[in-house]
């Protein structure tokens, strides 16, 4: 919390919010499924990234902290996109809508 | 390395340098992430595993409508980091205003999330089943899926705002209180960036 003032706050508020308004705009100009999925996840991730290291003040605890949520967070988020590599197979399999 | 070490691992009686209750609070948030993860898993492994998964949401109205509930609880997290803050340094006044502004824009998520859910009920949608205009094949897991996630994420937000009514109205909460009803905050915020663009961007008609 030390070195951070309510501009660098405001400034994190407004990258999710220019992120999330990339999300929006790829969702409104129809990009195809499988790049959707990627780029949505991508952008997502950075913004999870965003609100734990600043809004969370992840980045200043301790190291031990830090090491102990990280790994249990990536490994939680790789859960959940488990199964979405099979999608891109199941593509080629059927008519995938 | 072994000033590593010592510096950030020297245990004790504090081996994270944080109090019980907020490393508690950290402990909760992995157990919860793990919950949405399992949840969202489920949702991934059904949707594949479906021959036609509906795509009901039209860019406008609904994604816009869903694009103000994101702005709603993206906002609320900037004022809770503010509410924080002002904890920070004393200012026990501002703080609260902060807090309610958090909790007005967390019911306003909810009212919003509620009219939505009223909209796609009257429309058809059950767990188990989808309207017919939805496609013939489509799975009607779709609802499950909907309803399971949003509704479990709907009572994260409303029970966070009871939890930062009770913080705010508390004359003897610490910062380090007001600190740990931040972190859950920005958590459900933080899985609201998941949620969002899996059930809703990747459902666009």
């Known amino acids: ?97 | 390395m072994n000033q590593t070490l010592t510096t950030n691992w020297s245990g004790g009686v504090s081996p994270f340098g944080i109090g019980h209750k907020k490393l508690g609070m950290w402990l909760f948030i992995l157990s919860d992430s793990l919950t949405f993860g399992a949840l969202l898993m489920c949702y991934g492994y059904v949707r594949i595993a479906s021959e036609a998964w509906a795509k009901p949401f039209t860019f406008s109205p609904s994604i816009i409508f869903s694009t103000v509930m994101t702005f709603c609880l993206l906002t609320s997290s900037l004022t809770m980091v503010m509410a924080v803050a002002a904890s920070a340094s004393g200012e026990r006044a501002k703080m609260v205003k902060w807090i309610l502004a958090t909790m007005v824009a967390g019911l306003a998520f909810v009212v919003l999330h509620l009219i939505e859910w009223q909209h796609l009920i009257a429309e058809g949608l059950r767990p188990f089943s989808v309207p017919a205009e939805w496609g013939a094949n489509a799975s009607p897991m779709f609802g499950a899926t909907f309803f399971a996630i949003t509704g479990l994420h709907m009572l994260h937000v409303l029970s966070g705002v009871i939890y930062l009514g009770v913080t705010a109205a508390r004359k003897r909460a610490t910062h380090e209180d007001v600190e740990i009803s931040g972190l859950y905050w920005h958590f459900v915020d933080l899985v609201w960036m998941f949620v969002f663009p899996l059930i809703y961007l990747l459902s666009i008609k």
Do not use: Q
């Not at chain 1, 660098?8 to 705009?25: D, G, P």
């Not at chain 1, 490994?75 to 809508?97: E, H, N, T, Y």
């Open chain 1, 1 to 97: 919390m030390e070195n951070v003032t309510r501009r660098t706050y405001s400034m994190v508020w407004l990258w999710l919010i220019v992120l999330t308004a990339i999300e929006v705009f790829l969702g409104y100009i129809h990009v195809p499924l499988a790049m959707m999925l990627v780029s949505v996840i991508g952008l997502s991730i950075v913004k999870a990234v965003l609100i734990m290291v600043y809004f969370m003040h992840l980045k200043f605890e301790r190291l031990s902290l830090i090491l102990t949520i990280v790994p249990a967070m990536v490994v939680c988020i790789s859960l959940f996109l488990l199964f979405f590599p099979d999608g891109f197979r199941a593509f080629s399999l059927k008519a995938f809508r």
